[in-house]
């Protein structure tokens, strides 16, 4: 079955940085695009970043020039590092796969940008 488990989420002060990561089993990781949303208290999920089969990557608009998504496909790991992290990236972050039609989700990681 689909697995995806997300680690690395804490603490963390303004203009601090953190590498999370979503380790995958279950499917063929190489070949899909995974992504990565975030959900703030009180708001909706938002997408934040894909990175496609091919190594292409796509990140919103607030998070361009800090946060960086990446993959390595022979440890079936989805990484998002993020760099001069703000208060409202505070959010619970999930990694997401979408297969025939069908969305999976881990469990997310808590990212808390306070000082």
């Known amino acids: 079955q689909v697995q995806l488990v997300e680690s690395g989420g804490g603490l963390v002060q303004p203009g601090g940085s953190l590498r999370l990561s979503c380790a995958a089993s279950?499917?063929?990781?190489?070949?899909?695009?995974m992504r990565w949303y975030r959900q703030a208290p009180g708001k909706e999920r938002e997408l934040v970043a894909i990175i496609y089969s091919d190594g292409r990557t796509l990140s919103v608009d607030s998070v361009k020039g800090r946060f960086t998504v990446s993959r390595d496909n022979a440890k079936n790991t989805v990484y998002l590092q993020m760099n001069s992290l703000k208060p409202e990236d505070t959010a619970v972050y999930y990694c997401n796969v979408k297969i025939l039609a069908r969305d999976y989700w881990g469990q997310g990681t808590q990212v808390t940008v306070s000082s």
């Open positions: 279950g499917f063929a990781f190489s070949t899909y695009a």
